[in-house]
């Protein structure tokens, strides 16, 4: 009896935020799921589109206030800060309520953690992606360039630094404005969205570039993946290298990329499994005798038997593409995603291929390189090593709590 109090005395309440794009919400279903199964009590706060699959994982669904956010002469609406402000002086109660041991809010959700402040709780902020702060020398975070090399090019770099900073400047001075009407006193750091008490980087650190050093308060835990259940689906008959053709769920709304692999790869020596991820575009596509385009697929079912995946580089896509050992043709088409294509060149694991170059025979060009070239999948398969050894999972909640201790 004594040794199951003291188990149970070490659970802990476990408050999450996310923002709704599935880029965001993933990460955080996937980390309330690990700490549901290691006993904690977890209450998840996002859309309302994600009640069912909140709730299925074991966590207490809890709608985040949703705003018209950039307003338009003909769609008023609040302001970002406006309606960060507004969400976080709902978002007390709940915590007062539930009196979490700490609240964990998504690096695009500033409005929870700001209610944590206000509530007096602990906050941990979580990056479903590449930490976006930059060091000296490095080029600007999501512009796609590439770390450079030599102590020149890290010179021109800095030439930016000054302009990097004002813009870094003006954030948080709008966050102090916010902070202000909840009462909180303002702050120093650039960066405020970034928990000095614990920031988890959910990537692999494979893709990171080396800083001079790591603050106390970052931990790279590894990529948080989590997706709907979907049965298995049958690639084309053969046994020639199977390509999955995985586009954005929220870029290039007409398919464009989807429609230049598709066409490019035609005449190969290769399946291809293609999916529109359920948006279907304005014209139908070309589907030909080498390939299958369907609705939906697994990527966890589907990744593992292929021999490369060609993406927009969204980092959910890209990250379990690696964790299958899976090498990737990036076509960035927005976000951060011309930053993880950079990031994939870099460690080796894949082909970038810029807007421009994203027709039929740039597509196939890319796909050519990569299956031609072994040491693609060889350096994509280490990282699944290190996935396979590493649950991302297990360290993230590890780590929380740690925290809470």
Wanted: include cysteine; aromatic fraction near 8%; proline fraction near 10%.
């Amino acid at each position: 009896m004594r040794v199951a109090n003291r188990r149970r005395a070490r659970l802990s309440r476990f408050l999450l935020a996310a923002f709704g794009d599935p880029g965001h919400a993933f990460p955080a279903i996937a980390l309330g799921k690990t700490l549901v199964q290691r006993g904690h009590e977890v209450r998840l706060q996002t859309w309302t589109k994600w009640r069912d699959d909140v709730e299925r994982e074991g966590m207490r669904f809890e709608p985040a206030p949703e705003y018209k956010v950039f307003p338009t002469p003909e769609t008023p609406g609040l302001k970002p800060y406006q309606a960060a402000v507004r969400a976080a002086r709902e978002t007390v109660p709940l915590i007062k309520q539930f009196a979490p041991e700490a609240v964990v809010a998504d690096i695009l959700t500033v409005a929870p953690a700001l209610a944590a402040e206000v509530a007096g709780a602990r906050w941990v902020t979580l990056v479903p992606h590449l930490l976006p702060t930059s060091e000296p020398g490095f080029p600007p975070y999501s512009i796609g360039a590439r770390l450079p090399r030599t102590r020149v090019g890290a010179t021109m770099w800095r030439a930016f630094d000054p302009l990097l900073r004002g813009g870094l400047e003006k954030g948080r001075d709008e966050l102090n404005g916010a902070r202000e009407r909840l009462g909180l006193p303002p702050i120093d750091e650039v960066y405020g969205g970034l928990s000095r008490q614990l920031t988890l980087v959910a990537t692999f650190p494979q893709l990171e570039y080396p800083r001079r050093h790591w603050h106390p308060w970052q931990r790279v835990v590894g990529p948080l993946m989590w997706e709907q259940p979907y049965g298995a689906v049958d690639p084309p008959p053969g046994n020639a290298p199977l390509v999955l053709l995985a586009p954005s769920t929220s870029q290039d709304p007409e398919q464009r990329m989807l429609r230049a692999a598709l066409e490019g790869l035609a005449d190969q020596s290769v399946r291809v499994l293609a999916t529109y991820n359920r948006r279907l575009p304005p014209e139908p596509i070309h589907v030909p005798a080498n390939a299958r385009l369907v609705e939906w697929v697994s990527y966890t079912k589907t990744m593992p038997q292929c021999d490369a995946v060609v993406c927009h580089a969204g980092h959910g896509t890209l990250v379990r593409s690696l964790a299958s050992g899976v090498p990737v043709v990036a076509c960035p088409a927005g976000g951060d995603m011309g930053e993880n294509a950079s990031r994939i060149a870099w460690a080796g694991v894949g082909v970038p291929l810029p807007r421009r170059l994203v027709t039929a025979r740039g597509v196939r060009l890319a796909v050519q390189r990569l299956l031609s070239d072994p040491r693609y999948t060889e350096r994509a398969q280490g990282v699944a090593d290190w996935s396979r050894q590493h649950d991302a999972g297990a360290m993230a909640a590890e780590t929380l709590e740690a925290f809470v201790a």
